[in-house]
């Protein structure tokens, strides 16, 4: 029996902030800004709880919406596989680090240390890149038409991050966190060599 308690509990709390964002938005948002948003501004001025929280903060409904429907599909496969308790262990652990990636690629690669950021995609990232490899022969469907093993799929959407974080590097102003999602996707991969597939 698949067990979806961590998954749904984790949607839940990003819709709760969605909301409250959008309340905020019409009275005051300097409090969700300060404690919602990560940055190496930020954290060098001690708010380092926003490694957390902002990995469960939207403010715009398509990028909820994108990020909960591929967490739904990937995140309930895992949790089922790993426990519920090493699911979310290993889930705020890749939200925490890519966190941390886009704050210092965004100081010290991009040279904007107050470049703030917010979504769960980097922590997605780093599921996805985990169900790659406990899965890697399963297929996705790139674009939603072409199916590739899963493997392929992930390694690809890498290589486009890669290739997203040099033109940001060279001054291109997409509002992508691609430094954030390359850290999800490493912790995804340290964790698997570390920690899964040594005990197999």
Known sequence: MININVVTSIIKIN?????????SLFTNPQFMIRNFLVSWDGL???????????????????HIFINMYVFYGFGIVLENAMGGRRFLIFYLGAGMFSSL???F???FWIGAGNLQ?????GAISGVILLYSLMFPKEKLFLFGLIPV???TASLLVVGVDIWGLIQQTKG???????GAHLGGALYGLLYYFIF?????
Not at 44 to 62: A, I, P, Q
Not at 117 to 121: E, K, N, T
Not at 196 to 200: E, L
């Open 15 to 23: 819709v709760a902030v969605f909301f409250v964002w959008m309340i």
């Open 196 to 200: 899964y597939s040594a005990k197999r």
């Open 44 to 62: 060098s001025e001690g708010r380092t709880w926003t490694l957390l929280t902002s990995v469960f903060s939207h403010n715009m409904l398509f």
């Open 117 to 121: 950021a917010l979504g769960a995609s």
């Open 149 to 151: 093993p899963a493997l």
């Open 172 to 178: 291109s102003s997409l509002p992508i966190g691609h």
């Open 101 to 103: 990636c886009h704050a």
């Open 105 to 107: 690629v965004s100081a």
